[in-house]
């Protein structure tokens, strides 16, 4: 009995030796630092989810400072693209399509105040600012002079 376990545990010993062909298979780490209970693996868990910066120092604010910048004003072009093109290049709804200069030529004459406005509150079956909810009035501006742009 004693000897059919021994034969067994050095069979799984040299099963598991030619399976793996190096430790570095078994673990990134170098012997010692493998366990659960390694120094390596509990300074891991006692990693804190977040940390402390202190005034002064810079804690990745330069990164987020970059980040708003990417994040400022969208382009007219932009705007459109996301939040008018849906309408205006395919004409659902009646829209007058983007670079359609008859369809706009008759609105283009109202004004550029007039066009920006009723793109702001609506008009008919356009809806306020094109349904961007998340667009300042400026965007809506900028979206409204690029079509007028792309349209005369
Ligand atoms: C759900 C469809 C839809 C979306 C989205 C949409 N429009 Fe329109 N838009 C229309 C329709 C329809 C008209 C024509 C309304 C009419 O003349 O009765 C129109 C008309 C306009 C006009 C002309 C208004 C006038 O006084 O003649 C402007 C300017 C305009 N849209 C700007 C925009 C801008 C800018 C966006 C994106 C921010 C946008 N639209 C998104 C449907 C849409």
Redesign the pocket.
């Given at each position: 009995m004693l000897t059919a376990s021994l034969v067994l545990v050095a069979t799984l010993f040299a099963a598991g030796s030619v399976a793996a062909k190096s430790t570095k298979e078994i673990s990134p780490y170098p012997l010692g630092e493998r366990s659960v209970f390694s120094e390596r693996a509990i300074a891991e868990r006692l990693q804190p989810v977040g940390s402390v910066c202190v005034e002064g120092e810079d804690c990745g604010t330069a990164a987020a400072a970059e980040e708003q910048v990417a994040s400022g004003p969208r382009s007219g072009e932009q705007?459109?693209q996301s939040?008018?093109a849906?309408?205006?290049t395919t004409g659902?709804?009646?829209?007058?399509k983007t670079g359609d200069s008859a369809a706009w030529g008759s609105?283009i004459a109202?004004g550029n105040a007039?066009?920006?406005k009723?793109?702001i509150e609506g008009?008919?079956?356009?809806?306020p600012?094109?349904?961007?909810m998340d667009?300042s009035d400026d965007e809506?501006k900028a979206?409204?002079e690029y079509?007028v742009e792309q349209s005369q």
């Open positions: 705007v459109h939040a008018c849906a309408c205006h659902a709804a009646g829209a007058p609105r109202k007039t066009l920006v009723h793109a008009f008919n079956a356009m809806p600012k094109g349904m961007c667009c809506i979206a409204v079509m």
